[in-house]
């Protein structure tokens, strides 16, 4: 299948992307994926983008969206190429969708939450019905396959996607385009090259390695980093009620992100300044392994 190529796309040897969604204001685990994000790419030589992943528009906290970019102001992260918001590239999904419909590589499904019950793993019962695609779910089909990726951080991690999930939905029925889809797709249109992230998108990457060679993108790095954790030893969220980051306190908070990387330290001084001190000591051999950090934040 040839690449989709909607609008020009740039192209770096090293380009990485920090992409929170508003859900909720930032909190000490997404400064962390920031701070990793940004310092990989810069010791790279590389550029870093920003993108705001909110085509789940029913779940957009309101004034998250704000809160974001005040954040990166507050914390002086520079980005590399203006802001995007998926919220206004519906149309390039689509587009993305349809050239999938005429390849056959995805159909509709009208299974619901109640008709599939606790089942974990799609068993494809509308695969073959042809359903018409008005107001359906829209999943893409998966193979009996091995699918293997080798993390920066977390090493071999493989996963057969018809064994351990069935086709997965690209479009929900009320019309939300998923993540996986959205996030491909901009990866490739942004010339993302390196993925860092936090662990617990690690499950989501074989998915996004299948519809990157179903759509001809090239392949892609990824570095998965260990989660903080609260007291509780529950992952810092919005949904466990992780306090948003107090700018007021910006280089202190900046000054224990790059402590839980296990970096070495920097002054504190302005963001700016303790930033590029970062970059200029950046080691990954230093990042804890393991998918949860040990200490217990806030």
Same mark, same amino acid.
């Given at each position: 299948?040839?690449?989709?190529?909607?609008?020009?796309?740039?192209?770096?040897?090293?380009?990485?992307?920090?992409?929170?969604?508003?859900?909720?204001?930032?909190?000490?685990?997404?400064?962390?994926?920031?701070?990793?994000?940004?310092?990989?790419?810069?010791?790279?030589?590389? =550029?870093?983008?920003?993108?705001?992943?909110?085509?789940?528009?029913?779940?957009?906290?309101?004034?998250?969206?704000?809160?974001?970019?005040? &954040?990166?102001?507050?914390?002086?992260?520079?980005?590399?190429?203006?802001?995007?918001?998926? =919220?206004?590239?519906?149309?390039?999904?689509? &587009?993305?969708?349809?050239?999938?419909?005429?390849?056959?590589?995805?159909?509709?499904?009208?299974?619901?939450?109640?008709?599939?019950?606790?089942?974990?793993?799609?068993?494809?019962?509308?695969?073959?019905?042809?359903?018409?695609?008005?107001?359906?779910?829209?999943?893409? =089909?998966?193979?009996?396959?091995?699918?293997?990726?080798?993390?920066?951080?977390?090493? @071999?991690?493989?996963?057969?996607?018809?064994?351990?999930?069935?086709?997965?939905?690209?479009?929900?029925?009320?019309?939300?385009?998923?993540?996986?889809?959205?996030?491909?797709?901009?990866?490739?249109?942004?010339?993302?090259?390196?993925?860092?992230?936090?662990?617990?998108?690690?499950?989501?990457?074989?998915?996004?390695?299948?519809?990157?060679?179903? @759509?001809?993108?090239?392949? @892609?790095?990824?570095?998965?980093?260990?989660?903080?954790?609260?007291?509780?030893?529950? =992952?810092?969220?919005?949904?466990?009620?992780?306090?948003?980051?107090?700018?007021?306190?910006?280089?202190?908070?900046?000054?224990?992100?790059?402590?839980?990387?296990?970096?070495?330290?920097?002054?504190?001084?302005?963001?700016?300044?303790?930033?590029?001190?970062?970059?200029?000591?950046?080691?990954?051999?230093?990042?804890?392994?393991?998918?949860?950090?040990?200490?217990?934040?806030?």
């Amino acid at each position: 299948m040839t690449a989709v190529a909607t609008q020009e796309k740039p192209s770096f040897s090293y380009s990485g992307r920090f992409a929170p969604s508003p859900t909720g204001p930032l909190h000490f685990g997404s400064l962390i994926t920031a701070v990793a994000s940004y310092c990989d790419a810069k010791a790279h030589q590389g =550029k870093w983008l920003v993108r705001v992943e909110d085509t789940d528009i029913p779940r957009i906290y309101p004034g998250s969206e704000e809160h974001i970019l005040t &954040s990166l102001e507050a914390f002086q992260f520079e980005t590399d190429a203006e802001i995007i918001f998926q =919220k206004n590239r519906l149309d390039i999904y689509e &587009s993305v969708l349809d050239q999938l419909k005429k390849e056959g590589l995805i159909y509709a499904c009208q299974c619901t939450r109640k008709m599939l019950g606790s089942n974990a793993i799609y068993a494809g019962t509308c695969r073959n019905l042809n359903l018409d695609f008005q107001d359906q779910a829209i999943r893409v =089909k998966v193979k009996d396959q091995q699918i293997c990726f080798d993390d920066r951080l977390q090493g @071999l991690h493989c996963s057969n996607l018809q064994h351990d999930l069935g086709d997965f939905v690209l479009k929900r029925r009320d019309g939300i385009i998923n993540y996986q889809l959205a996030v491909v797709v901009d990866d490739y249109l942004q010339g993302i090259t390196h993925v860092v992230r936090g662990s617990d998108l690690l499950d989501n990457t074989e998915r996004q390695i299948w519809l990157g060679e179903l @759509l001809g993108y090239p392949k @892609l790095s990824y570095m998965h980093l260990p989660l903080a954790m609260n007291d509780q030893g529950q =992952k810092l969220s919005k949904q466990n009620l992780a306090q948003a980051l107090d700018l007021s306190k910006a280089p202190e908070l900046l000054q224990q992100a790059i402590q839980a990387l296990g970096q070495p330290n920097v002054d504190l001084d302005r963001p700016e300044v303790m930033l590029k001190q970062a970059v200029a000591q950046w080691n990954i051999d230093l990042i804890p392994h393991g998918q949860e950090l040990s200490g217990r934040y806030l």
